[in-house]
Structures are given as C-alpha cells and as structure tokens.
C-alpha cells in the first residue's frame, strides 16, 4: 500500500510560515523526517504523514491551533503550486473548480469514495453551495477548515469587494479556536453538520460572470506544465508499491521471508530482488521504511501504546522499536507522540 503523498511545496511554505511565527526550523523538519534537500523544488512529492506530522508539532510548538487556519489565509497558492496559476487563469468558478479537480493529485494524493470528484459545485434552489468530499474524522478539522480557507482567501485577495462566502458548514466540533472564526472567515459556521459545504453567492456563477485574467495562452502554459507532471505520476506507481501492499498485513510477524512474497507473487526470488534493484531498493529497505511510517502513524494517531505499537509492527522486544524508533526519527517514541498532541 503506497503512502499518499503531496507537492513539497505546501510543507516548504508552512515551514516558512511556523518558523516567522517562533517555531525551530531544524526541529520542525525532524518531527516530520524530512531533510533541507526534500522541499528544494515544490513539485518534490514528500508524504503527507510529514506534512501532517509538521502540522503537529508547529502547532505544539506555537501554541496556536490556528496555525494552519491562519497560514492558509496570509499565503497565495500561484506561490506554492502550479494548480494555483491554473485557477487563477480559469476564465469562472466552474471552470475554476473543473480544473482543481482535474489537477489536485498534484497539490496531495486524497482517497474519495464513490464516484466523487473532491470539490462539488451545487445548486440547490436559490442556493449554491462548494461541497468537500474529502472524508474525514470527526476531530480531524484543520484540513476541511484549510480547504475553505484557502477559497476564501484567494477570492478574497482577488475580488476585494465583490462577496463570496456566505456561510459554512463542517462536520466537526468546535475547534479550540472557535472564537477567532468570526475575524477569520468571515461568515456565519454551523457545526456537527451532515456535509462540509461552503454557500457562496450565486453570482459567482450566472454566466456574465467570468475572472479578470482569462489569458489562455497562459492559462495553456500552465496546464501543459500540469499535465506533464500529471504524467510524470501516473508513471511513478512502482513495483515497490506492490510489496508494500503485499507485507502491510503480515507486518506483526516481525521477520518476513523474500522466498514467500516472492512465491505469492508468482516469481522466483532472483526475479523480485532484480525488479527492486532496478528500482534501487532491497526487500530490507521496504520493509524498514514500511515498518517506519506505520509506527509514525499508530504512535500519531494515538489509539495504540508504544507497547502494542511495537508488537503491531512485528518486533519481538518494545526496546528493539525504540531504538530502532530513534534510528529513524532521533526521538523516542514517546517523546515524538508528544509533540504531536
């Protein structure tokens, strides 16, 4: 099972942004076991565990639960991916969202269910609404608030006195700061509801409505550009993909044998250990860095001890994860759940 993954440039940005607000660079990067070099080139692909693991810790850091909410509203998405410059070169909303829809794997892989695209265009009567499809749980607010923020925000910046949003509504509870919605959105927020929606003003899509820009030469620059890299991904899925699907649910077992994923893979030992050193990784690596990422996961998400952590990534002793835990991340796993509460 491939880990999702998403555009460096976001991370690199909210780095940036963290950092101006008090946070340690070096101590930032750690916590999402990421290095300098990862976030040179904002079409990069680091995973979004990182990213998410970063959120954490600037937000501890901090002391601003609202730190990404905030973040999401002072930055400009053209800064950060070429999926902004499209939007901004759409010529309406519609065509807007049809081509954040149709480039978003770029910004970060996400898993919708059905036949959805992530963002829904509605009109319900009088009414029009943006729907995020993206599902979430129930206390996991801060990318649905970032997802409206960043709608907000750069209709906001573009069309200072034309209105947009008219309302929200979001799944989730109260946030821990639910007081600053009001000088931060801007409009009226129902919680605990049955969608995360945003109303906007119809106008946005009566047909004399079009944006400012409408430069297609540009606009085709741009999507050209997306395209490619579009393409440069849908190549990417790799052999590597395979095994880690094949191992994930025998992780527990602790040491696994090459000879067997081989033969349930219907291929000879030598012919897997070839395809992975095309790919320049050994069996050892995947499942190193598998056992990793998962231990990051259960120790984040914080249902799990460091105990049961251990025996679910298959190593015999709690003092074997640990050490390898700080050969990993250069903490301890309980320290790195901490920083991420």
């Excluded at 053209?78 to 939007?87: L, R, Y």
């Excluded at 600053?180 to 605990?192: D, S």
């Excluded at 033969?263 to 250990?273: E, K, V």
């Amino acid at each position: 099972m491939a880990q999702a993954m998403m555009a460096a440039g976001f991370v690199s940005a909210l780095l940036d942004y963290a950092v101006s607000r008090g946070a340690d660079r070096q101590a930032l990067l750690q916590s999402a076991g990421l290095a300098p070099a990862d976030l040179t080139d904002q079409d990069q692909r680091v995973p979004v565990l990182a990213y998410q693991s970063m959120i954490a810790a600037a937000i501890a850091t901090t002391g601003d639960t609202a730190l990404l909410l905030r973040h999401t509203l002072e930055s400009r998405l053209e800064m950060i991916s070429v999926v902004g410059q499209i939007v901004h070169h759409a010529a309406s909303l519609p065509h807007s969202i049809e081509q954040l829809n149709r480039y978003l794997r770029l910004m970060a892989d996400a898993n919708i269910p059905g036949d959805h695209d992530r963002f829904e265009l509605l009109e319900d009567g009088n009414e029009v609404w943006i729907i995020d499809h993206l599902p979430i749980q129930t206390s996991d607010y801060v990318g649905i608030e970032a997802s409206f923020a960043r709608f907000i925000s750069e209709f906001r910046r573009s069309f200072p006195d034309r209105p947009f949003a008219l309302k929200l509504e979001v799944t989730y509870a109260p946030p821990p700061h639910v007081d600053e919605y009001p000088e931060l959105f801007r409009v009226p927020v129902q919680f605990h509801a049955k969608r995360n929606a945003m109303r906007i003003d119809p106008v946005w899509i009566s047909g004399d409505t079009e944006f400012e820009p409408g430069n297609t030469y540009v606009f085709g620059v741009f999507t050209r550009h997306a395209d490619q890299l579009l393409h440069d991904l849908g190549q990417s899925d790799t052999f590597r993909d395979r095994i880690e699907a094949h191992i994930l649910p025998d992780l527990h077992e602790g040491s696994l044998s090459m000879d067997k994923v081989a033969r349930d893979l219907g291929m000879s030992r030598q012919t897997l250990y070839r395809r992975l050193k095309e790919e320049g990784v050994t069996f050892a690596d995947i499942h190193d860095d598998l056992r990793h990422r998962m231990a990051r996961d259960y120790l984040a998400a914080r249902k799990v001890s460091v105990n049961e952590t251990a025996y679910l990534l298959g190593f015999s002793e709690a003092s074997s994860f640990v050490r390898a835990f700080r050969r990993w991340t250069g903490q301890s796993p309980t320290a790195f759940r901490d920083t991420v509460t």
